[in-house]
């Protein structure tokens, strides 16, 4: 299992990191279906305590279909992160071609009640070209 380059984005002092991996035994290209998994690590490195309550992916194919995602929370949590905390999940996503990427917001909030959209930098789902 070969992870991607991580893709890594700052949203004020809340840092997203997204790492990739095609799932080979879950998928089956004669059957266009593609698995991959996903990590991401949401850190607070501000001075602020954020809450991470609802997300919003962008899931484009190679076709160029996009399919986007929203919803409260990531994996059945909102977690709260005081400075210096981090909270890491893994997910998945299936495609119905090789190859496709991966971009979003999480919507955060602030004690005091203000808002902000930590970024969530593009990264690729690629099939590794050498799958024997």
Known sequence: MRATNPSVALTQGVRV???SHYLREQSSPTGHRYVWAYTVRVANEGEAAATLVSRHWVIT??????????????????????????????????????????????QMVREDGS??????????????????
């Open 17 to 19: 990191t997204v790492t």
């Open 61 to 106: 194919d190679a076709n160029g279909k996009v399919d986007e995602v929203k919803g409260p929370g990531v994996v059945g949590n909102q977690p709260q992160l005081a400075p210096g905390q981090q909270f890491q999940y893994t997910s998945g996503c299936i495609l119905q071609t090789p190859r496709g990427r991966m971009e979003g917001t999480y």
């Open 115 to 132: 808002t902000f959209d930590a970024i969530i930098a593009p990264f690729s789902l690629e099939m590794p070209v050498d799958l024997n």
